[in-house]
Structure formats: structure tokens, C-alpha cells
């Protein structure tokens, strides 16, 4: 214990009538509800605006110790986004042909993946997420922070919705393994890339594909469950 005395100050808070916490939940839902990952993109620009508000909202994530173990790299030069995806696309096409399992090739193919990434040249951004597996004081000092994937998994739902909610569209693309990443982004060794998020507007003739989400009844359970 170092004897620092915590710090608190009044929670500020509004309590809303029932009918309408009901209408802001259902009108959120509403809208997210007709969120999809896209792979198609326009290069039309977006506003910078938009990206470093989504950025913000997702730095209100709770976190391990307030730690905030989330970095954020945004890019938008031409040239390192097609180093990106010819790294990224090396990587993929030794997923597809050498590395998944047949399990994992059939479960992808109801979506039409491949190795080819062209929507991480297309896009106007690329947000690339780290996870910071500890923190480093001035003096070099290790510091350690706590539930890292938990407190990042967080933050880039708020980031995903934040986006959604503007009138954008991404996908939550992970070429693993994505060391490419730091090396090409110039991040320290703590940092570890967690999702790449390309940002931008679906394409005029984009498409998704035709598959559903389960149902409440599928996902939830109210109490124990019945021995």
C-alpha cells in the first residue's frame, strides 16, 4: 500500500421515468439491431471528426484498475494502408490454404471469405487497436495492468456502436497472427494489436450475408437452470 487516500466525487446521474428508459433502449436497439460487419467499402472521405469521437466514446469503457489499456492508431496515408494489406493478405492466404482447420474453413463459408483484403486499401481509415499488456512508468518500471482483453473487448464494442450510430460501417478483422501490425505501425513491445477496424461507408452495391441472429430465448437464462 503507498497511503494514497482515494478521491471521490459525486456520481452525476439521471434517474428517467420507466416508459422512458423503455423508449431509449428500444430506439438503441432498433438501431443496432441493423448493424452489419461490412467487406465492401466506398472510398468516399469521412469526416476525421466522426473517427476521433468514436475513439473518444470508446475511451469511456471501464477498465482493470482504471488502467485503460487500449491504443489507438488511426491511418490514413495511402501507402501504409497498401503495406498493410499486402502483409495482411500474406498472412490470409496462409490461413486459407495452410493453416485453418476444415472445421474453421466450413464455418467461414457461409460469409464468401478469402485471403484477398482489398477493403483495407478502399477504406479513408484504418483503426488499429492495441492491447497494452502492461504500462511502463518514467523510470522504466513495469506496470502491471489487470483484465486487459476484457477492458479492450469493451472499449471496441463502444467503438463499433459509436461508429454504427453516425452512419458508418466496419469490420472486426483480425489477420492473425498480426505482429505486422506493431512492426509496421512502430509500437513498443507491451502493445499487442487486438482488432483491425477498417472505417468508412458501405459501398452502393454492397452486400451481407443472408444469415440471422439467435434468438433471446437462445441466449438468455433468468436464474438457475432447471436440474
Given at each position: 500500500?503507498?497511503?494514497?487516500?482515494?478521491?471521490?466525487?459525486?456520481?452525476?446521474?439521471?434517474?428517467?421515468?420507466?416508459?422512458?428508459?423503455?423508449?431509449?433502449?428500444?430506439?438503441?436497439?432498433?438501431?443496432?439491431?441493423?448493424?452489419?460487419?461490412?467487406?465492401?467499402?466506398?472510398?468516399?472521405?469521412?469526416?476525421?471528426?466522426?473517427?476521433?469521437?468514436?475513439?473518444?466514446t470508446a475511451m469511456s469503457a471501464p477498465s482493470g484498475a482504471h488502467r485503460q489499456p487500449w491504443r489507438f492508431v488511426v491511418v490514413d496515408d495511402p501507402a501504409l494502408k497498401r503495406r498493410i494489406?499486402?502483409?495482411?493478405?500474406?498472412?490470409?492466404?496462409?490461413?486459407?490454404?495452410?493453416?485453418?482447420?476444415?472445421?474453421?474453413?466450413?464455418?467461414l463459408a457461409p460469409f464468401g471469405t478469402d485471403w484477398r483484403k482489398p477493403f483495407l486499401e478502399t477504406v479513408p481509415y484504418l483503426v488499429v487497436v492495441f492491447r497494452e499488456s502492461h504500462g511502463?512508468?518514467?523510470?522504466?518500471?513495469?506496470?502491471?495492468?489487470?483484465?486487459?482483453?476484457?477492458?479492450?473487448?469493451?472499449?471496441?464494442?463502444?467503438?463499433?456502436?459509436?461508429?454504427?450510430?453516425?452512419?458508418?460501417?466496419?469490420?472486426?478483422?483480425?489477420?492473425?497472427?498480426?505482429?505486422?501490425?506493431?512492426?509496421?505501425?512502430?509500437?513498443?513491445?507491451?502493445?499487442?494489436?487486438?482488432?483491425?477496424?477498417?472505417?468508412?461507408?458501405?459501398?452502393?452495391?454492397?452486400?451481407?450475408?443472408?444469415?440471422?441472429?439467435?434468438?433471446?430465448?437462445?441466449?438468455?437464462?433468468?436464474?438457475?437452470?432447471?436440474?
Amino acid at each position: 500500500m503507498n497511503g494514497t487516500k482515494p478521491a471521490f466525487r459525486p456520481l452525476d446521474f439521471q434517474r428517467l421515468p420507466p416508459e422512458e428508459m423503455t423508449a431509449r433502449g428500444r430506439a438503441f436497439l432498433d438501431r443496432m439491431w441493423e448493424r452489419r460487419s461490412v467487406r465492401e467499402f466506398a472510398p468516399d472521405p469521412v469526416p476525421r471528426a466522426c473517427v476521433e469521437l468514436a475513439i473518444r466514446t470508446a475511451m469511456s469503457a471501464p477498465s482493470g484498475a482504471h488502467r485503460q489499456p487500449w491504443r489507438f492508431v488511426v491511418v490514413d496515408d495511402p501507402a501504409l494502408k497498401r503495406r498493410i494489406r499486402a502483409a495482411a493478405e500474406e498472412e490470409e492466404r496462409e490461413n486459407y490454404q495452410h493453416r485453418f482447420p476444415d472445421e474453421w474453413k466450413e464455418a467461414l463459408a457461409p460469409f464468401g471469405t478469402d485471403w484477398r483484403k482489398p477493403f483495407l486499401e478502399t477504406v479513408p481509415y484504418l483503426v488499429v487497436v492495441f492491447r497494452e499488456s502492461h504500462g511502463l512508468a518514467p523510470d522504466g518500471r513495469r506496470i502491471t495492468n489487470y483484465y486487459v482483453s476484457e477492458s479492450v473487448g469493451i472499449a471496441c464494442g463502444l467503438f463499433i456502436a459509436a461508429l454504427h450510430t453516425m452512419g458508418l460501417a466496419t469490420l472486426t478483422h483480425t489477420p492473425n497472427p498480426m505482429g505486422f501490425l506493431a512492426d509496421l505501425l512502430g509500437r513498443p513491445s507491451n502493445e499487442k494489436p487486438y482488432i483491425l477496424f477498417p472505417v468508412g461507408y458501405p459501398a452502393p452495391d454492397a452486400r451481407v450475408p443472408a444469415i440471422e441472429r439467435k434468438t433471446l430465448e437462445e441466449v438468455v437464462q433468468w436464474n438457475a437452470a432447471p436440474r
